[in-house]
């Protein structure tokens, strides 16, 4: 239990967020997912989370507010996405490369013979 409530540190937030830019580029996705999708985080932080002006707002702040000991290691959304730029950067990853739908495939198993 102290595990989990420990959490992961921002360094291993931040090395999770590298690595999974590199393997979705590797898998052949546009880094500028990675951005757009930061970007929203961003925007949802913003309406949701600062600017609660509604009852509906604050409802949604309160239950933010909660979670934030289980969220304390995560970095803030603009740090993301000034890593998501610099591992583009860094990596010389294509920056025009068209977006690519996202698809999950799975594959459903009954317990039975």
Do not use: C
Not at 29 to 49: H, I, N, W
Not at 105 to 110: A, C, F, N, P
Request: net charge negative; charged share 25%.
């Amino acid at each position: 239990m102290s595990l989990w409530q420990a959490g992961y540190s921002k360094d291993q937030e931040f090395e999770a967020d590298r690595e999974g830019l590199r393997l979705a580029v590797a898998a052949g996705y546009s880094p500028q997912g990675a951005v757009k999708m930061t970007e929203k985080l961003m925007k949802l932080d913003r309406e949701y989370v600062i600017h609660a002006e509604t009852p509906v707002g604050e409802l949604s702040q309160v239950a933010i507010d909660g979670l934030t000991g289980y969220f304390r290691s995560h970095p803030l959304s603009s740090e993301r996405l000034q890593q998501v730029n610099d591992v583009i950067a860094q990596d010389h990853l294509p920056k025009d490369q068209p977006l690519k739908p996202f698809h999950v495939e799975y594959e459903v198993t009954s317990g039975g013979k």
